[in-house]
């Protein structure tokens, strides 16, 4: 199966269900998808603000004092 986005008029809407359930295909809309997506992705985060600014600052500081084996 392939994913397509169409584009059309609102009026065309109930013939393009109408194919599509004749030909077993499945149909969502942009939105449906955009909120399953949402749904799906984790409601906490797993560092806070202040643990992502300490682990940016460390690394800052291995950089600067040439600690940081990535850049080598």
């Not at 499945?26 to 797993?46: A, D, G, L, W």
């Amino acid at each position: 199966m392939e994913d397509l986005v169409l584009s059309i008029p609102i009026q065309d809407k109930a013939l393009i269900e109408t194919l599509a359930q004749r030909m077993g295909w499945t149909m969502r809309n942009r939105r449906t998808s955009v909120e399953r997506f949402i749904n799906s992705c984790q409601k906490t985060p797993q560092m806070t603000d202040e643990e992502i600014q300490t682990e940016i600052r460390k690394q800052r500081e291995q950089d600067q004092a040439g600690l940081n084996p990535a850049e080598s």
